[in-house]
Every structure is written in structure tokens, then in C-alpha cells.
């Protein structure tokens, strides 16, 4: 049965097809069962460093969780990963607007350019996915996913400097076989996955089907349209043909094409807090002013009245070909990808039921080429090598549209404003904005093993980078009557501008990590790692001059300079019954990429530039343990302090924000007294960051009995599943106001298994029922307006699964 132990939930799984296997490796079956790992019967197996190794003698800090386990523990897109994953983060208030993190780095937290990059890189196959929506999507066949921690970019062919989410899908066969997995649930949930493979010309030519479709009713109700509202609508296709011509050489064409349209995303009220605007200004006197009570101060009593229509309809696919051809003393392989990304949203960015932004959507298309070819030495010998190129070609377009309604006026003005109580003035504002963006990356990359004895290993790797970027940004705004000329109330709202910005880098990073077999079951690693996130470029529009004009020395942003060191242990006790695996790191970032406010220009407005310096630390445990042949236990534990060290012109958080510009001389006001004078900007150095909790843990433990039912001989288990995360920050600067309270979920699954020919079992998730958010957000306008998006309440249901 089934333990979702993020190092060891392999038990038998087919390596991903780095050099051609021999059949009967193909269709190992795929158990998941932590035990049989663990008492060394089988190991498992990763390709993290591009060879087929035993994660126990990886030196990466790296966890490893087997299809079967995502399925029985209701896993099936990376959100519900974290779960399972202590030191992963993701947060999304749409497909679009999302960020993966690992150890708190990555991608700036509620920060959507498309700009500049992700820390965290996505790979499906081998094939690097650069928008962070396909996150979003169900994992679909998968065989397994390994989460690697920290820097990678002298393995993979685009930059990873916080870490990757290798995704490995399930090969050809050229043994026939069928899967198919049908789940039941309350909110209407249904989801159903199919697939087949195997043989059209024998020992030559083999295909692989796979098929999976997620809908679920929304959790939130609307109370004016009578919708239920963040819904799941998921649908997708995969295909593959494997073909070996020669016993050396294979080549696998992938096709895949994956939907979404569901009703879908709302955020809504939560609290409010004092800033500094005056309190008549602030967000209770502006309802009332306009006689408007949301449906329910209670988020989770999960109603709200938003007044946009909500879509999240995205489009994602593409083809690749991968091939792989044995050189006797190495494998040469060569992966060309193309892919595609259409996003078609609908949102209510103030969150309420009144007319304030009636209008905001910035549909996106975007396609990508990849090419990478690297070699890999096979076999045994002193030095190990992995030599590879990469090329990268990126475009978006996106057509951005907003339109402020009657309310914007009392919301978004300034309160000194003459016509904060007008209405007519901000109605009908538009703002139609017209982006693109070109990116090119290259790079040459390898790494070598140095076996300076059999248990001593030198590996030193090195990555040389190459970046180019260019857009257009150009933001045309008219009145509501369609005029072009506008006052300065207006262009407080929305600012007309254009320009094209302009990147291009060298860098050069690199790594060195030094292990060590203490014994045939302990082995100890350190890393050093100096490496760069690309720098980029400002797509969200420029803060302004006195004439209105764009300031275009912040059009780009510089690259992110890592430093990051690690020291690991992995270990296996009591005759491998037991699996306890730790690491610690320290990671420091300068130049980091963030949010900031007008320290660095004069001006007051945020926009994305560099911030200073920082940095995250911290310690890891992944164990797990099998006490008899009947009981199998596991926990995983992150401790992360992650904090800025440096960052003197941050965003200030909602309660020093709103209040009038303090003119020479003057000092703001203390927080919590409105009306007074706020700072240009706050110095947060030595805060924490957002997103990243400082303890969270994963545990579980699962117990089974033998037994017949119907005639079958199998299974009956009992498992349970829990995570806990501490408080952490939702807004860049931390706030009172912002803060998400510490939370644990707990999951329960009873059923029985024969084999893998046929597993059942009901579940229940967030079996407590407990509440939480997954996000926290200000409304616009400083007006101490809290929004945010409660996660997903008690649900139950019905698994059955086959395999034939």
C-alpha cells in the first residue's frame, strides 16, 4: 500500500529513458509501497542529475513521490503537492497570476511580469515549461515526481536557481496494458483517467493513450448570480510513440493538449484594517456611503457578490521529440520541444459588489521552442561527465483591458482630490494595453564526477548563460466619453505610457559539491553553488516623471546573484527498515527582484526593480520508517527562516500606506492613526518574507491487513495522511492585516487492494473540516479592504482504480 514518503515512495519504478533499456525494465511495476524500498529489495531510482541513480546516493537534496501515491493521496496538480511537500510553495489567485517557491525562493510573491522568470523551473519529460499556469493543470499518467531543492543549473537546460519539479510521465510499453482510475466526490466532484499502451510493430514501434477529465462544483457561492463560483473544469490529452530502429537508439514523439474553463477565480472580503487614509475614506464609511454591505463578514461562511463575470479558460500543449542513442561509452540525447499557451481570463479586481473596476482581463498567447542536446557518459569509470547545450525562444503577446466603474472614484482617488465624490470623472476610464515580449536564451552546461575512491566523489559543474529580452509596452487610456485628453485625477487611476525595453546578459555560475559513502547506508554530502536568475524587463508598466512621462531606467531589472551552500545525510537504519534523511542549507540572494515603491527614483509608485539583498536558511528531514510488514510510517519536517536582509525602499504594508506624502521636514505618523502623513517607502530590512512558513510538516502512517472479498485475495489498509504550516506573511511587506495563521489538514483513505490489478477506497480530505487560506490580498486604493481565497473545505469520496 501506498505512503506518500516524499524520498521513498518508489519501490520499483522504470527509469526515465536516458539510454535504452531492455524490455523487461519497461513495465516494472509500479508499487509505490515505501516498505519494499526501504528493506532493499528494490531501489529507487531518479534521473535528477540526468542518469538513472539510487536517490539515497544522490547528493541533491531531492523527494521522489510514485504516480499510484499522487493518486491515492488526491494529488494531481501541484497545489495539492505541497501537502506532501514541506519545503514547496505555491499560491494562485488564477492560473496566470500564480508562483511556485521552494525554501521560500523562486518567484516574487503576488508579483505576476511576464517579464522576468521564475525561480523554480517546471519540466514535463525533459521539456521545460515556462509558464507557471501549467502548474495549474492534473497531473496526467505520471510515474513519478522528483522535487529538487536548490540551485540546478549545471544539470538542466534552463536556469534553476531555487529549484525544479521534474515531472515523468509514463512510457510506451511493448507489453499491452490498460489503466483506468474513476473518482466520485461531493461538490459534484468527478474525475476520470484512462490509458493504454503497447506494441504496433514488435520490439520496434509502441504507443502510449492517456486521457484524464476533473470537474468540480465552486466552493463559493455568488449571492447575485447565483453561481457557484471556483470550480474545477479540467480536461486532457497525451500521446506518445516510442520507436527503436536499433537496439541503440530509441526516439519518443510526445503530443499533448490540456483545457481549463472553469468559473473561476474569486477572492473576497476577510477583515478590514486602519490605514493611514482619513477614515471617511477608508473602506466601512465608503460602503455605507454607498449603502453596500457585503453578503457575509464571515469568509468562510464562503459567499460573496462580486459583479464581473469570472472565466480562467486556458488553452496548453505542444509536441516534442526526444532521442537517445547509445554511444557504447556514453548516450547522446537531444530534446526539441515546441509549445503553446492561450489564457482567456475574467476577473473583479475590487473583489466587492459595487461598480469600482468593472472590466479586468489581460488575455495572453504565448509559444516556445526549446532545443537541448547533451551527452552523459555510461557505465563505471573515474570520471563521470554530463556536457549539454540549450536554446530558448519565447514570445507573448497579451492585450490587457481595464475599465473603472462609478465607484472607482470615491475608492481610488486621492481624499484632497476635488473630485474624490464625482463619479463621472473616473467612470468609463479605459485603459487598453498592448504587450510583447521576445526572449531568447542560450547556454553550454556540464557537470563531471570525479571518483577519487569508491566512496569519495568530486563534482564540480559549471553553466555559461545567455539572455536576451525585448517588449513593448503601450497603455492607450480614454475617458468614458472616448476622449484621449485627461486630468490628473485621471492619470492617478490610469496613466497612458510607451516604451520598449531592453535586456541582454552574459553570466557565468557554477557549483562543487564534495561526498562521501561513510558506509554502505550513510552517505554525506556539501555544496557549494554560485548561480543567476536572469535579469528582465518591466511589462506592468513604469512609474511616471513630472510630465508624465516614463521613466525608462526602470524599464529592466538586474539578475539575481545566488550564493548557496548545503550540507546533506542520508541514512538508512535498522536493516533499511527505516529511512532518515537530512539537509541544511543557507542561501543568500542580492539584486533580488521585487516590488518596490520610489526610494530609487522619487516617485511614488511601485514597480518592479531590484531590492537589496536576501536570505533563506534552514534545516530538512525526510524519514520514514516500517516497523513490521503491516505498518509503515513517515514524516518530513521543514524548518526555513527566510528573511530580507536588505530592502530600504519596500512597499509600505496597509497600515503605514494612504496618507499624503510627507513634504520636507515632515515625519509620517504612527500606524493606526489615519489621516496622517505616509512614508515614500519603509525600510522591512530583517523582516521575513512572504509565502514561507517557518515550520511545516508532512506525516502519515498507514496499516493493512490481508483479506478476501468476492473471491479476491488482497488488502484491506487503512491510511492517513497530515501537513501543518505556521503563520506566514501574505502581502511583500509584512502586515498585521496580512498575516495567514498557522493551519494543519488531515486526510483519511479505507479501502482494499488486489494487487495493482485493482485498488478501492473512499477518502475524505480536510477531514476536520478546518479553515484556512491559501491566499491573503489589499484591495486597490489603500482603502484597508483584506480579500482573500478560504482553501478547500471537508470533501469525501469514492476511488476505484484497475490496471490490466
Avoid at 475599465?403 to 463619479?423: D, E, I, M, T, Y
Wanted: aromatic share 10%; hydrophobic share 35%.
Amino acid at each position: 500500500m501506498l505512503v506518500p514518503l516524499p524520498l521513498m515512495m518508489l519501490a520499483q519504478t522504470a527509469p526515465d529513458t536516458l539510454a535504452p533499456q531492455p524490455p523487461q525494465q519497461e513495465t516494472a511495476p509500479e508499487e509505490g509501497r515505501l516498505g519494499a524500498a526501504q528493506q532493499g529489495a528494490t531501489e529507487v531510482v531518479v534521473t535528477a542529475r540526468r542518469r538513472s541513480e539510487s536517490v539515497q546516493r544522490v547528493p541533491i537534496a531531492i523527494s521522489v513521490i510514485g504516480g499510484a501515491a499522487l493518486a491515492e493521496t488526491g494529488t494531481y496538480n501541484v497545489n495539492r503537492l505541497t501537502q506532501l511537500q514541506p519545503s514547496l510553495q505555491f499560491y494562485s489567485t488564477n492560473p496566470r497570476n500564480s508562483a511556485a517557491n521552494i525554501r521560500g525562493l523562486g518567484a516574487p510573491f503576488g508579483l505576476t511580469n511576464d517579464g522576468i522568470e521564475q525561480g523554480v523551473g517546471i519540466y514535463v519529460d525533459q521539456v521545460y515549461y515556462s509558464r507557471i499556469a501549467s502548474a495549474s493543470f492534473d497531473f496526467t499518467d505520471t510515474d513519478r515526481i522528483e522535487v529538487l531543492r536548490g540551485p540546478h543549473g549545471t544539470l538542466y537546460g534552463k536556469n534553476t536557481t531555487a529549484g525544479a519539479i521534474n515531472i515523468v510521465t509514463r512510457k510506451p510499453s511493448f507489453t499491452p496494458e490498460a489503466r483506468a482510475e474513476f473518482s466520485i466526490g461531493n461538490y459534484d466532484f468527478v474525475q476520470g483517467k484512462v490509458s493504454v499502451s503497447g506494441p504496433l510493430i514488435a520490439d520496434r514501434l509502441a504507443i502510449r493513450l492517456s486521457s484524464s477529465v476533473t470537474t468540480r462544483g465552486g466552493t463559493i457561492y455568488n449571492v447575485r448570480t447565483g453561481q457557484k463560483q471556483n470550480a474545477q473544469d479540467n480536461a486532457s490529452f497525451r500521446g506518445q510513440l516510442l520507436w527503436r530502429p536499433r537496439p541503440e537508439v530509441d526516439l519518443t514523439l510526445y503530443g499533448d493538449y490540456n483545457r481549463q474553463d472553469p468559473a473561476c477565480c474569486v477572492q473576497y472580503y476577510v477583515r478590514t484594517g486602519a490605514t493611514q487614509r482619513p477614515l471617511n475614506r477608508q473602506y466601512a464609511a465608503l460602503a455605507a456611503a454607498q449603502n453596500y454591505a457585503v453578503p457575509s463578514t464571515n469568509a468562510f461562511d464562503r459567499l460573496t457578490d462580486v459583479d464581473t463575470p469570472l472565466r480562467a479558460r486556458q488553452a496548453l500543449g505542444g509536441t516534442s521529440l526526444v532521442a537517445n542513442v547509445d554511444l557504447g561509452g556514453a548516450t547522446l540525447t537531444s530534446i526539441t520541444a515546441w509549445r503553446f499557451w492561450d489564457w482567456l481570463p475574467s476577473n473583479d479586481r475590487d473583489f466587492i459588489g459595487l461598480p469600482i473596476t468593472t472590466v479586468s482581463a489581460n488575455p495572453s498567447q504565448q509559444q516556445q521552442f526549446t532545443q537541448e542536446v547533451r551527452i552523459a557518459s555510461s557505465g563505471t569509470r573515474r570520471i563521470d561527465y554530463v556536457v549539454g547545450a540549450f536554446y530558448f525562444d519565447q514570445t507573448i503577446d497579451t492585450q490587457g483591458l481595464q475599465v473603472q466603474g462609478p465607484a472607482a472614484s470615491r475608492f481610488l482617488l486621492n481624499p484632497s482630490s476635488a473630485n474624490a465624490n464625482n463619479p463621472a470623472v473616473v467612470d468609463g476610464l479605459t485603459a487598453r494595453n498592448t504587450i510583447a515580449f521576445d526572449n531568447v536564451s542560450a547556454a553550454l552546461f556540464g557537470k563531471l564526477t570525479w571518483h577519487v575512491s569508491n566512496r569519495l566523489q568530486i563534482a564540480p559543474g559549471l553553466r555559461v548563460n545567455y539572455d536576451r529580452k525585448s517588449g513593448s509596452y503601450v497603455s492607450v487610456v480614454t475617458t468614458g466619453a472616448g476622449g484621449t485628453v485627461l486630468n490628473a485625477d485621471q492619470r492617478g487611476v490610469l496613466a497612458p505610457q510607451s516604451y520598449a525595453p531592453r535586456f541582454t546578459d552574459w553570466n557565468v555560475s557554477g557549483d562543487v559539491t564534495l561526498s562521501y559513502q561513510v558506509t554502505p547506508v550513510v552517505f554525506a554530502y556539501a555544496t557549494y553553488a554560485r548561480s543567476y536568475k536572469s535579469g528582465g524587463i518591466n511589462l506592468s508598466g513604469l512609474p511616471l516623471d513630472a510630465a508624465g512621462n516614463p521613466i525608462l531606467s526602470a524599464a529592466t531589472v538586474r539578475p539575481e546573484q545566488v550564493g548557496h551552500a548545503e550540507l546533506g545525510l542520508k541514512t538508512q537504519l535498522f536493516d533499511r527498515r527505516a529511512t532518515v534523511n537530512l539537509s541544511a542549507f543557507w542561501t543568500e540572494i542580492s539584486d533580488y527582484q521585487a516590488t518596490v515603491t520610489n526610494g530609487q527614483l522619487g516617485v511614488l509608485r511601485g514597480y518592479l526593480a531590484n531590492a537589496g539583498r536576501v536570505r533563506t536558511r534552514g534545516v530538512e528531514i525526510d524519514a520514514a520508517f516500517r516497523p513490521t510488514s503491516r505498518v509503515n510510517l513517515y514524516a518530513n519536517g521543514a524548518f526555513t527562516d527566510a528573511r530580507y536582509v536588505r530592502f530600504v525602499d519596500a512597499p509600505c504594508p496597509p497600515e503605514l500606506s494612504g496618507g499624503s506624502a510627507p513634504a520636507a521636514g515632515q515625519t509620517p505618523s504612527a500606524a493606526g492613526t489615519p489621516g496622517g502623513i505616509s512614508p515614500a517607502n519603509c525600510d522591512i530590512s530583517g523582516q521575513v518574507l512572504p509565502g514561507v512558513s517557518k515550520w511545516a510538516f508532512s506525516y502519515g502512517a498507514e496499516y493493512d491487513l490481508p483479506a478476501r472479498i468476492a473471491g479476491i485475495d488482497g488488502q484491506l489498509y487503512l491510511g492517513f495522511d497530515g501537513s501543518y504550516r505556521s503563520r506566514y506573511s501574505a502581502n511583500p511587506s509584512p502586515s498585521l492585516y496580512t498575516n495567514i495563521d498557522g493551519y494543519a489538514l488531515t486526510n483519511f483513505r479505507l479501502g482494499f487492494k488486489a494487487g495493482e490489478r485493482w485498488n478501492v477506497f473512499a477518502w475524505v480530505r480536510n477531514a476536520f473540516d478546518t479553515d484556512y487560506y491559501e491566499v491573503l490580498a489589499l484591495q486597490s486604493g489603500n482603502t484597508g479592504l483584506v480579500v482573500g481565497q478560504p482553501g478547500d473545505p471537508r470533501s469525501f469520496g469514492l476511488t476505484i482504480s484497475s490496471r490490466f
